[in-house]
């Protein structure tokens, strides 16, 4: 099971016998997310003005330092604030579901410029809980951007065809 920011603490939660093996990307669910004042007054514009030019603004945020949010990606989170109501930030998940999720393969990536969960307060966090290292994507934001998707697609590789030891 693959799953990125919210949707990575929804596969650390989710049960099932039929998930074999997790990859995560900038994984809400081990530690609170860090949300700065210049990311909380983009978001609150965002929410209250949901145009494409404030989910630009704030999607710039969500990536490297002078890069530019996808397209597809600014459109989509206007869209978003317009329909629905983001829960923003998630709490951690029980200490009981991260051991019991410590049972099964997983591999765990954050970009090294990722505001929300920065590698450093990350990485003890993931080792603390689930006894894994956290593998750094360099340049990279919270947001993988499609010229990103080699790192993900390496992180999946590392769970699902693992060096043999």
Do not use: Y
């Not at 949707?7 to 081990?30: E, H, Q, T, Y």
């Not at 700065?36 to 965002?46: E, F, G, R």
């Not at 920065?118 to 993988?144: E, Y």
């Amino acid at each position: 099971m693959v799953g990125n920011s919210l949707g990575a603490a929804v596969a650390l939660a989710a049960d099932s016998p039929r998930i074999v093996a997790r990859a995560l990307v900038s994984p809400a669910g081990f530690i609170r997310l860090r949300v700065d004042p210049k990311l909380a007054l983009a978001s609150a514009v965002w929410l209250l003005q949901p145009t494409v030019e404030n989910s630009r603004r704030m999607l710039r945020l969500f990536v490297a330092p002078g890069a530019e949010p996808p397209e597809t990606e600014v459109e989509w989170m206007a869209l978003m604030a317009t329909c629905c109501r983001s829960t923003l930030a998630p709490p951690p998940l029980p200490a009981d579901v991260l051991a019991r999720r410590a049972k099964l393969p997983c591999v765990v990536g954050v970009g090294e410029h990722d505001r929300f969960l920065p590698p450093q307060r990350l990485a003890p966090a993931v080792r603390r809980t689930v006894n894994l290292d956290v593998r750094v994507f360099a340049g990279v934001g919270h947001l993988i951007t499609p010229a990103q998707l080699d790192m993900v697609v390496s992180l999946v590789a590392e769970v699902v065809d693992p060096p043999i030891s």
